[in-house]
C-alpha cells in the first residue's frame, strides 16, 4: 500500500525537551536557530527541527545527530541516499511533518487569521476564477475558502520542489478535492505531471493539505 505518514505536533508541549532537541540538530542548523532575536522563534525551530530529525531516524534505524540533509537548488530538503521523502510546515505553535516512501511529497499547515488583508492578496496568489468566487462570498467563508485553497496550492508547490520560481497563481484549484489530481506545468514546459492533493484533518482554527505526485492509499495520523 501507498502510504504517507502524518505527525501534527504541539510545539509547546516540548519546552521540557530543549535541551536534548538542541543536541539533535547539525552544526549549520544550531547557528541558524542562533539568529533568531525572539526567543519564541528561536525554541521553536530547535523544537521542529529536533523533532524532524527524531522522526527521520525512527525509519531509517540511525542517530538523529547524524542524519545527513542536503536542500536542492531551491532550498528544498531531502536526506542523503534514501527513498524517504519528507516536509515540515508550521504556523504558530503547531508544527506538521509528512513523510513517503519513493513519492514526491510537500505540506502546508496554517492558523486561521482573520486580521491579515486577504482581499489585497488575491490576485497575486489565485486564478481569475478562484478570485472571482472568493470576492463573492461572505466575509467568513471568504477567509475559510482563502485558506483552503492557498494550503493546496501551498503543499503542491512544495511537492514539486521548486520553491517560490512557481508561479502559485497558475494553479487552479477551485473544483480539486481531497484524493483528486490536478496538471501542473510551467511557462517553459519542463513540469508536466499530474501531483495529487489532499486535505489534512487539522486541530480547530487550522487548515492543511498535503501534495504529492502519486495516489495514496491511506493517510496515516502518527503521534511522536
Not at 505518514?5 to 516540548?14: A, G, K, L
Not at 530547535?46 to 531551491?74: A, F, K, M, V, W
Amino acid at each position: 500500500m501507498n502510504k504517507v505518514f502524518t505527525y501534527i505536533i504541539d510545539m509547546d508541549q516540548y519546552h521540557d525537551n530543549l535541551s536534548l532537541l538542541w543536541k539533535y540538530l547539525s552544526i549549520n542548523e544550531q547557528e541558524q536557530a542562533k539568529k533568531y532575536y525572539d526567543k519564541v522563534f528561536v525554541d521553536r525551530y530547535i523544537i521542529s527541527h529536533g523533532i524532524l530529525r527524531s522522526i527521520l531516524s525512527y525509519y531509517i534505524d540511525q542517530s538523529p545527530s547524524s542524519l545527513e540533509l542536503i536542500n536542492n537548488t531551491y532550498g528544498k530538503p531531502f536526506l542523503k541516499n534514501s527513498n524517504i521523502e519528507f516536509n515540515m510546515s508550521h504556523s504558530r505553535n503547531m508544527v506538521c511533518y509528512v513523510i513517503a516512501f519513493n513519492n514526491k511529497i510537500g505540506v502546508d499547515i496554517e492558523s486561521y487569521n482573520t486580521t491579515i488583508d486577504i482581499i489585497g492578496m488575491l490576485e497575486l496568489v489565485f486564478t481569475k476564477k478562484e478570485v472571482e468566487l472568493i470576492r463573492s462570498l461572505d466575509i467568513d467563508e471568504q477567509y475559510k475558502t482563502f485558506y483552503k485553497f492557498w494550503t493546496k496550492k501551498e503543499a503542491l508547490v512544495k511537492a514539486v520542489g521548486k520553491g517560490l520560481s512557481y508561479s502559485i497563481n497558475t494553479i487552479e484549484v477551485i473544483k480539486l478535492l481531497s484524493g483528486q489530481n490536478v496538471l501542473l506545468t510551467d511557462e517553459n514546459n519542463e513540469l508536466q505531471q499530474e501531483w495529487y492533493c489532499y486535505e489534512l484533518n487539522t486541530p480547530k482554527d487550522y487548515f492543511g493539505a498535503i501534495g504529492i505526485e502519486n495516489k495514496i492509499d491511506e493517510l496515516v495520523y502518527l503521534e511522536t
